[in-house]
C-alpha cells in the first residue's frame, strides 16, 4: 500500500486536482491520499489557508466578514466548477465555515479551526471528485483517530493514534484525509507546526505501515542546493534519513523535517516526485543508501540565528555550569541549536524569532547574577550553513576545504560546529554573506572537475 501527500500547489485549482485523481488512478496501491488546502494559483495568488486567516481575524472584529468569508467560498466555488461537480459540496462547505466563525474559543483555538478548513473542506471536495469519476473514495476526519497532546506544548501526535488509524488501510475505498491538524481526547482541534501537512501523511504512512509514503509537491526532486540561490544545482536521486533532517533543518522547504519522524521509526522509504510531472523518479529518502562517489550530498543555508556568548574564567573547572545556563534557556521557553565552546568561553544558538528584549534583558541579568559570568551578550544577525552527507566520515581535509571556501568569499566564520556522527558540518557566518558562502560551497563540492 502506497500513501500520497498533496501538497498545496498540487490541489491549489481544478486543472491541479485532476492530475492529483490520475496520478491516484495510475497505481491501485495509492489507497490513502491526503490533501492540503489549496495553495497558489499563480505568483501573487493568496493561499486559501491565507485567505481563512484573513477571515478568522475580521471574524474577531466582527468587521467585514461575510465579504472574507465569500473569498474563501470562491476560491471552492472555481475548483468545483471547474470539476464539473454540484453546488452540493460547497454547500457543505459554507455550512461548516459560518459554524467555525460561531464558535466561542479563545483566539488562538478559534484561528486554527478555520486554518483548519482549508485542509478539511478541500478533502470534502476532493472526495467528492474522486466518486463523481468513478473512483470510489471516502473522506475521513482526523477525529475518527487522530489524537494529539494538549496545549501549550507544541502539537504531536499520541501513540494511540497508530492504533486507531491502521484499519484505514483495511478500507475498499480510497482515503482522502485532511493534513494540519489533529484533536486532543477532549476534542479541541489543534494544528501541527509549518509543514504539517507533510507530517500527517507520515503518520498514516505509519500507522498502516505503507511499502511507500509519496510526497507530492511542485519539484521534480530535492536539490543538491537551493536553485534560487545556486545555478542549475544537481538533483539529489538517493538520501537518508539523517542526511534529510540536516538538510531540512536548514532551510530544505521542500519536506519538513518533524514529518520523517514517523516513517523513519518504521523504515518506510519515502519519494518526493512532481505532481506536474509524475512521471520523473523523484528523490527518495531511504535508511541506509550506497555511496554515490560524493562526500557531500547537499548544502543548505538558513538565517535568523542569535547568538548568546557567555564568558567566566575557569568555567571548564565548574562543576554543572552548562546545565544551569541551559536551565535559564529552559525557563524562558527558548530551544537551542547549538553549543560551540572553548575553554572560557561558550555560546548557545538561538532562532532569533523565539527572542525579544525583554527575554534577552532578564536573559543576561540571570546568567551574570547566578553564574557569575565575566562577560554576556547577545549577537543577531548569523545564518547557519550545513554540508551534509554519509560520505564525510570518511573523508579528509573536508573541513579545511570548506573553510577555504567560505574564506575565498571574504566572510569571516563566526562559528564551526560538527555533531559527533560527522554526517553535518555547520559554519556560522554574517547573514550578508549566506549567499556568496552557499555558492562557493556548491562550486568546491559539486563542480565538475577539470583536467
Excluded at 13 to 24: G, L, M, P, R, T
Excluded at 171 to 187: A, H, L, M, N
Excluded at 313 to 321: P, V
Excluded at 428 to 435: A, C, K, R, S, T
Amino acid at each position: 500500500m502506497i500513501v500520497c501527500k498533496f501538497g498545496g500547489t498540487s490541489v491549489a485549482s481544478a486543472e491541479q486536482i485532476k492530475k492529483v485523481a490520475n496520478i491516484v488512478k495510475a497505481n491501485p496501491k495509492r489507497r490513502i491520499v491526503t490533501v492540503s488546502a489549496p495553495g497558489k494559483r499563480f505568483g501573487d495568488d493568496m493561499k486559501v489557508t491565507d485567505l481563512l486567516i484573513d477571515l478568522a481575524e475580521s471574524a474577531l472584529r466582527n468587521d467585514q466578514v461575510e465579504e472574507k468569508l465569500q473569498n474563501v467560498l470562491n476560491r471552492y466555488i472555481e475548483i468545483a466548477q471547474g470539476l464539473g461537480l454540484d453546488g452540493k459540496i460547497c454547500e457543505v462547505i459554507e455550512k461548516d465555515l459560518r459554524e467555525r466563525i460561531a464558535l466561542k474559543l479563545e483566539k488562538e483555538l478559534f484561528i486554527d479551526n478555520l486554518k483548519a478548513s482549508g485542509e478539511d473542506n478541500n478533502a470534502k471536495l476532493v472526495a467528492a471528485y474522486f466518486n463523481s469519476i468513478g473512483m470510489k473514495a471516502k473522506y475521513v476526519s482526523p477525529k475518527e483517530g487522530l489524537i494529539v497532546n494538549d496545549p501549550p506544548e507544541r502539537t504531536v501526535a499520541l501513540p494511540e493514534t497508530y492504533e486507531n488509524l491502521k484499519n484505514l488501510g483495511k478500507s475498499e475505498e480510497i482515503i482522502v484525509f485532511p493534513g494540519f491538524f489533529g484533536y486532543t481526547k477532549d476534542g479541541v482541534l489543534r494544528t501541527f507546526d509549518r509543514g504539517g501537512s507533510d507530517i500527517t501523511g507520515s503518520i498514516l504512512a505509519a500507522a498502516v505501515k505503507a511499502e511507500l509514503y509519496e510526497n507530492f509537491t511542485d519539484v521534480d526532486c530535492v536539490f543538491s542546493a537551493n536553485p534560487k540561490v545556486v545555478n542549475d544545482p544537481i538533483g539529489i536521486e538517493e538520501i537518508t534519513f539523517r542526511e534529510m533532517r540536516e538538510l531540512s533543518y536548514a532551510g530544505f522547504s521542500v519536506f519538513h523535517d518533524e514529518a520523517l519522524i514517523p516513517v523513519f521509526k518504521l523504515g518506510i522509504p519515502v519519494n518526493i516526485k512532481n505532481t506536474n510531472n509524475p512521471s520523473a523518479p523523484g528523490t527518495r529518502i531511504v535508511p541506509s543508501r550506497k555511496p554515490n562517489g560524493r562526500p557531500v550530498i547537499g548544502i543548505a543555508a538558513d538565517h535568523g540565528f542569535s547568538t548568546l556568548y557567555v564568558s567566566k574564567y575557569l568555567m571548564n573547572r565548574e562543576i554543572g555550569f552548562g546545565r544551569k545556563l541551559l536551565q535559564i534557556i529552559e525557563e524562558e521557553n527558548i530551544s537551542y541549536d547549538h553549543t560551540p565552546s572553548g575553554v572560557d568561553d561558550i555560546s548557545i544558538i538561538i532562532r532569533s524569532n523565539q527572542l525579544n528584549p525583554e527575554k534577552e534583558e532578564r536573559i543576561v541579568k540571570r546568567v551574570k547574577e547566578e553564574l557569575h559570568a565575566d562577560d554576556v551578550y547577545f549577537r543577531h544577525g548569523f545564518s547557519m550553513i550545513v554540508i551534509v552527507g554519509e560520505g564525510m566520515r570518511n573523508n579528509t581535509g573536508l573541513a579545511a576545504r570548506a573553510a577555504s571556501a567560505i574564506s575565498r568569499t571574504g566572510a569571516n566564520i563566526e562559528m564551526i560546529n560538527q555533531g559527533s556522527s560527522e554526517v553535518s558540518l555547520v559554519f556560522g557566518v554574517l547573514q550578508p554573506y549566506e549567499d556568496q558562502c552557499l555558492r562557493a560551497l556548491y562550486e568546491e563540492f559539486f563542480a565538475p572537475v577539470t583536467i
